[in-house]
């Protein structure tokens, strides 16, 4: 006794196969998957140039989780440019972090910048972390800074 699919011709089959894997990849494909989430240290300060002078202040700095593709990590930063990095210990050492920047003509109230730390120096638990905002004018020289501290949780 033959069964339905017994029945059907090699091409049958083929086009069965072809359309079930179709079917496969398109559900596949509309699936979102949640982008990976890093630690970084978010940076949140003001920017003016007043008089030609510049001032800088920081609002507040934290430890926060952002998608990866977010994250930006350079340790030789263009200038002119307002960068932010961090100074803490960890073991024997202390580490400096990547810089993130952002251009020297950002002005305002809220400007925010993600500190991205590679992995295997993630400061430990209950480490305080030093966090500095300065402004750097093409000449490499540093026209304003400020510094902010948190303790990473």
Not at 23 to 50: D, L, M, N, T
Not at 65 to 93: C, D, H, Q, R
Not at 131 to 147: G, P
């Amino acid at each position: 006794m033959q069964t339905v699919l017994d029945r059907r011709t090699g091409a049958e089959r083929t086009f069965t196969m072809v359309l079930f894997i179709l079917i496969v990849v398109f559900f596949a494909g509309c699936i979102q998957q949640k982008p990976e989430k890093v630690p970084v240290i978010e940076v949140s300060f003001k920017h003016y140039i007043i008089s030609d002078q510049h001032v800088v202040e920081i609002n507040y700095v934290k430890k926060t989780e952002i998608s990866l593709e977010k994250v930006k990590i350079t340790k030789s930063p263009p200038f002119p440019s307002v960068m932010a990095y961090a100074i803490y210990p960890k073991g024997n050492k202390i580490i400096v972090s990547p810089v993130a920047y952002t251009s020297i003509a950002n002005q305002g109230d809220n400007i925010t910048l993600y500190i991205g730390i590679e992995k295997d120096e993630l400061p430990e638990s209950g480490t305080k972390v030093d966090v500095y905002v300065e402004v750097w004018n093409k000449a490499s020289k540093k026209l304003a800074a400020d510094r902010g501290e948190f303790v990473w949780e």
